[in-house]
């Protein structure tokens, strides 16, 4: 900004009195200020309505002839441009009660007649201080608003990137993953096409192709499984259900489960507080059966799984806690990674965080993973108390970019 020339400061008076007006206007072009004077208040409206520079100051008098100073000081603040304008007002009249109308009508200051030429003076240059600081402000701000919408979209851009990068990641992943199995089941095609030709299948042969064919057919039905919900793509209807209704059916399915093959406690505690919500019920079932699948994998034999939900202000709390080995640091920060698993059997894909963070996308919530204190990991949901789902941006698909 080029500072050498100061900008003028232009001041508005609005007096009937003659002798009043020309006194304030003698005073303040004496300082340099570039000052308009009218004696007639509605001239000075309709001024002020096209005026073409910025006027910094209005001083005018209560007792007009017209209309009177507080309908003068209020149609003046009608009008957006003169909102912030600062407004002095000159006037015989001392009461309080006065000074206090004027100030309710939109007045800065008040000054009293007859005009003391050294108050006017000061008073005239704090309001225009303030102004100009107002001005400064305001000027800040707009560029801190333009940097802020740069920011975002910045931001946006870089959330679009990092889907394109996930997409890649998950492309590459998928090739993988349902490569392998496919090679195996062309594999076995072929060793029996071979021993057929040579006329040698027994039954031992067989039941070994049969259950190598079943792993790997399996195998690929479950990452495509997974996909489907990680993709959003499939979308059963949204109801009105309490999260604990389904916590308790999924720790009812789960503890079947478990007692077959574990000795492993599952521990409710659900706020009863929490109330309903719009979602997916099987998307959030399957979810929550990942968290447990996850849970019961990390105890392994035996240990306890503690369910709990709780109404945080507009939150619920939803936390799976177990008494496993914990996430190892490494894991913190590729857990959510489609793929990412630490698991050497071949049933696990690496896709159950990758679902559950899916399945919170879908339902505005977030999840956040932790190890507890006291050992094992601590998997948090923060889902929006009486949660609301627009059907048609829910159906959306998560990578429709
Ligand atoms: N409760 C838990 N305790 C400790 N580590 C966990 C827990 N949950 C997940 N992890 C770690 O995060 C990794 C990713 O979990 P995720 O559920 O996505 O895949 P996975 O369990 O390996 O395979 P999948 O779920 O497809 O069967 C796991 O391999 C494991 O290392
Ligand atoms: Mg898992």
Known sequence: ????????????????????????????????????????????????????????????????????????CRRIRSNPRYRFTPILISSGLTDNKDKNAAMEAGADDFISKPIDRQVLITRVRSLIRIQ????????????????????????????????????????QGLTHEIYNPLTIIGGNLERVSLKMKNGKIDNEFLNQIIFSTRNAVKRCAKIVEALETYSAEKINSIERTCVNDILKRVATLFAVKLKMMHSINIIETYDEAVGEIDCDQQALQQAFMHLMNNAAESIGENGEITISTALSGDEIMVRFSDTGAGFKEEDLSKAFDPFYTTKLSAMSAGLGLAVVSGVAKLHNSTVEIKNNPSGGACVSLKIPAGLRLDEKKFTKNLFNL
């Open 1 to 72: 900004m080029n500072k050498s020339r100061p900008e003028t400061v232009n001041i508005i008076v609005i007096d009937d009195d003659l002798n009043n007006m020309e006194l304030i206007s003698l005073y303040l072009s004496g300082c340099g200020y570039s000052v308009k004077s009218f004696s007639q208040e509605i001239e000075a409206l309709n001024y002020l309505q096209g005026a073409e520079s910025k006027i910094s100051l209005i001083i005018l008098d209560l007792m007009l002839t017209e209309i009177s100073g507080y309908e003068l």
């Open 132 to 171: 100009t600081l107002y001005d400064e402000l305001i000027e800040k701000n707009e560029k801190l608003e333009y940097a802020f919408n740069k920011l975002k979209s910045a931001q946006n851009t870089l959330i679009n990137n990092e889907k394109f990068v996930s997409i890649g990641a998950m492309a």
